[in-house]
Nanobody, 116 residues
């Protein structure tokens, strides 16, 4: 069973940048498709970006051109570089490990607040 710990959230002004990290432990990291999701107050959980075991990436339309997901299998870590942040990006960001078979594992989340 993999365990996930997110970090890097915080308060940033509109137009600013943050880099989120998600460190995995307890299982073979390279076996998992990894994803970043977010949930804003009163809204449903939504996908932000995913990166497959082979490194293929896909993004939500809201993230395209501003966010970049990456993974470092040697460090068992994925990242989400977020640029040009907007107030509507405010949410709890959660890391997710998706195995080929079985249920996904979620981290505890990290708060991102974009406000002046």
């Amino acid at each position: 069973q993999v365990q996930l710990v997110e970090s890097g959230g915080g308060l940033v002004q509109p137009g600013g940048s943050l880099r989120l990290s998600c460190a995995a432990s307890g299982s073979t990291f390279s076996r998992y498709t990894m994803g970043w999701y977010r949930q804003a107050p009163g809204k449903q959980l939504e996908l932000v970006a995913r990166i497959s075991r082979g490194g293929s990436m896909n993004y939500a339309d809201s993230a395209k051109g501003r966010f970049t997901i990456s993974r470092d299998n040697s460090k068992n870590t994925i990242y989400l570089q977020m640029n040009s942040l907007k107030p509507e990006d405010t949410a709890v960001y959660l890391c997710c490990a998706e195995p080929l078979i079985g249920a996904p594992t979620w981290g505890q989340g990290t708060q991102v607040t974009v406000s002046s």
